[in-house]
């Protein structure tokens, strides 16, 4: 039995970007600055895309990729496996979210169904790479092109992520948006914070003057020892910048993405090898071919019939191991709220449903020891057995 507690997730600060961090707060220059363009430089050459666009969260990213695409009243196709911001960013933005269920496989937004919704005010679909595995873009791609759709991926969980070859996030394609978040739980973290990649010229320069108040320049434009005080404001903005404090981390953190991923990798190996046997736990399917899964979460499923206990008492089960777990995601029309607004009901959306009564996320960060692996499996197993 464990002494300390393991939680679901940590992220891991090198000493440098510590440094860095300071480096910014004895400089004065603490909100979106050198840092800042230097992480957005160094992001867009990783993705490949043209425009790397850094906000104070993916939530906000959302919300700026949907307003640059859309207009009051569209219909915006999404998953309702997935956290509320993606589908907050419809409703802020003006648009209408309409979920369409999802693969009961890949857990991913289902490409059939998001057929099945399109109307005459369909504007966009959002498909959302689950857990850090890559959507079905090919046949999305297909749908968008017949219908004039935009695509905004939601690729909070797919940094790392690549799909045919290309990474998520190279904003191929006209109307092509992706949004990524570094939340800590990710797998690179500022903290806070979030970056869209586009290759669309017109929206990146719309989203990068709405992140700070619709102005034509930013702080570090008019503050710095070049600038110019005066400015202009084009459209009405949000206050969505990201900040250099937090750039500082991230530009540190796109370092060791690749060794991060990798030891992701490893583990789930680890638990896939160790959990295969055991009657009543679903493991994620494995990876399709020509893709790079990004692992963000590890998310088995548990059938509480096999197994004799409900996903809920057995998170509570893992506690008294002292390991923590999480839970990504109920059907978002479940929730009261998103209920009034889309007008679903249980029944609806049969596979999100089903897959959220069972699905739990185990622990799952780079910084986890052998020893740590080896708990949580010994504690999974026990329990299940």
């Given at each position: 039995m464990r002494t300390d507690f393991l939680p679901f997730s940590k992220p891991t600060i090198s000493e440098d970007a510590i440094a860095d961090v300071c480096d910014s707060i004895r400089s004065g220059w603490l909100a979106m600055g050198p840092k800042t363009v230097d992480f957005e430089k160094k992001f867009a050459e990783y993705t490949g895309a043209k425009f790397a666009i850094s906000v104070?969260?993916?939530t906000a990213g959302l919300h700026l990729a949907v307003m640059a695409v859309t207009q009051p009243g569209d219909e915006v196709i999404t998953t309702p496996m997935t956290?509320?911001?993606t589908v907050n960013a419809i409703i802020y933005a003006g648009a209408v979210p309409i979920l369409a269920d999802i693969d009961p496989v890949?857990?991913?937004?289902?490409?059939k169904k998001i057929a099945e919704k399109i109307t005459s005010k369909t504007k966009a679909v959002i498909p959302v790479h689950f857990a850090g595995r890559p959507c079905n873009m090919d046949?999305?791609?297909k749908i968008a092109q017949e219908h004039n759709l935009a695509i905004i991926e939601d690729s909070a969980h797919a940094l790392g992520a690549s799909y045919h070859g290309k990474k998520i996030g190279s904003g191929k394609g006209p109307r092509r948006i992706a949004v990524f978040s570094f939340h800590p739980t990710k797998n690179i973290t500022t903290g806070e914070g979030g970056?869209?990649?586009t290759d669309d010229e017109k929206?990146?320069?719309?989203m990068s003057v709405q992140r700070q108040n619709g102005m034509d320049k930013g702080a570090w434009n008019r503050f710095g020892a070049k600038g110019k005080s005066h400015y202009d404001i084009f459209i009405p903005g949000l206050k969505y910048q990201m900040m250099d404090i937090q750039a500082a981390i991230g530009r540190d953190q796109l370092k060791y993405l690749e060794k991060f991923n990798k030891r992701r990798t490893e583990i789930i190996e680890k638990y896939n090898t160790a959990f295969a046997g055991i009657d009543g736990l679903t493991l994620p399917a494995?990876?399709?071919?020509g893709c790079v899964h990004s692992w963000h979460i590890y998310t088995p499923l548990l059938d509480s019939k096999k197994l004799g206990f409900t996903r809920d008492e057995f998170m509570e089960k893992m506690k008294e191991y002292n390991i923590g777990t999480a839970y990504h995601y109920q059907a978002l029309h479940l929730f009261s709220g998103y209920a009034k607004i889309t007008g679903l009901k249980k029944g609806d959306m049969p596979v999100a449903e089903e897959i959220g009564e069972k699905i739990v996320s185990l622990p799952l960060f780079p910084a986890m020891t052998n020893e740590d692996i080896t708990d949580v499996i010994e504690a999974v197993t026990n329990i299940c057995k």
């Open positions: 104070n969260s993916a956290f509320a911001s890949t857990l991913n937004i289902d490409p046949a999305i791609e970056m869209i990649t929206a990146a320069d719309q494995p990876i399709e071919k």
